[in-house]
C-alpha cells in the first residue's frame, strides 16, 4: 500500500482548556497528511487550482481513541483508501510516540469545476492523477 508519513509537533495553540489537542485540529492533520500524500506522488493542490479545479472534502469521519498532548510528536499516515474516476476518498491514521493509533478517518472528496462546481472527470481532465490513483487502488 501506498503511504506517506508527516510528523506534527503538537503546538500548544491547538490545545484547548483540558490541555488536549482540540477535537477539530485533527482534520488540520488530515490536510497536511493529504497534502503530503499528493505531493510525495509528484502532484500539487497549488497547480490543481491554477488550472482550475477545486477538490472539496464532500464526507469526513474520525474516531478518537486517545488525545494529543502539547509538547507531543504526532506521526501522521495517509493513503488512497478507494477512487473512482470522481471521487477519491483518504484514510487516515494518527500514531503517538509509542506507535500507538490515536485518531483513524477518512476525508471523501470529489474534483468540481472551479467556475461551476460541477463535479469532472478525472480522467479526462486529470489523466496523469487518474492513471496513478488507479495504479494505487489496482494495488491495494
Known sequence: MVRSKSIIDVRYAETDQMGVVHHATY??????????F?????FSYAKLELEGILSPVTD??????RPFRYGEQAEVHTWLATYTGIRA??????YNEEGSVCIEGTSTHTCVDKDSFRPINMKKRLPEWHRVYSEIVKGT
Not at 38 to 42: A, H, N, R, T
Not at 89 to 94: D, H, L, R
Open 89 to 94: 476518498v483518504y484514510g487516515y491514521a494518527i
Open 38 to 42: 499528493i505531493k510525495e506522488l509528484g
Open 27 to 36: 482534520l488540520i492533520w488530515f490536510e497536511v497528511g493529504r497534502t503530503e
Open 60 to 65: 469526513i469521519t474520525i474516531k478518537y481513541k
